[in-house]
């Protein structure tokens, strides 16, 4: 079942440092963008995952998420509900720890096989708005290594 409690989602986001960011747009007007300058002013470490880019907000970008060298905490899914499912199981097969099905994003099955694999799972949410509704402040009071624009 995945995780829909305050406690649950506090929890996960305490817990991880390392975040695939799969469909990242460097379209500033995208939510993809803001939720990713979010989350690195919070001190994640944000990968973001786009076959079509080299670079988002000075951070490398990687075309899938098997090309991924190093651990993932979280896969953070701005895709279709019908590419969520595919994604889950590529989460599954790089051994992160979850997969946040972003605000609008329902994939039952694939949110089913993950849960299966030991993942933990968020559905139909932004960590940028439960975030400040947590009133969970930022994980690392220095800013995070960007290059300089």
């Not at 305490?14 to 007007?29: E, F, M, Q, R």
């Not at 990713?36 to 899938?64: A, C, F, T, W």
């Not at 097969?93 to 039952?108: H, R």
């Not at 994980?139 to 995070?144: A, E, I, M, Q």
Request: overall charge neutral; glycine content about 8%.
């Amino acid at each position: 079942m995945p995780i829909n409690s305050d406690d649950g989602i506090r929890e996960l986001l305490a817990n991880t440092k390392t975040i695939a960011l799969v469909g990242a747009s460097p379209n500033p007007d995208r939510a993809s963008h803001a939720v990713m300058h979010y989350m690195l002013d919070r001190g994640y470490h944000v990968i973001p995952v786009n076959p079509n880019e080299k670079e988002i907000l000075g951070q490398k970008v990687y075309p899938s998420l098997k090309d991924i060298q190093e651990p993932v905490d979280m896969v953070d899914v701005f895709r279709t509900a019908d590419a969520a499912g595919p994604l889950c199981d590529e989460a599954i097969a790089i051994g992160a720890k979850s997969v946040w099905l972003q605000l609008g994003v329902i994939n039952e099955e694939g949110a089913k096989r993950a849960e299966a694999a030991g993942l933990k799972v968020v559905m139909d949410r932004c960590p940028a708005i439960d975030m400040p509704r947590l009133g969970m402040g930022p994980l690392n009071p220095h800013k995070p290594k960007r290059a300089p624009k």
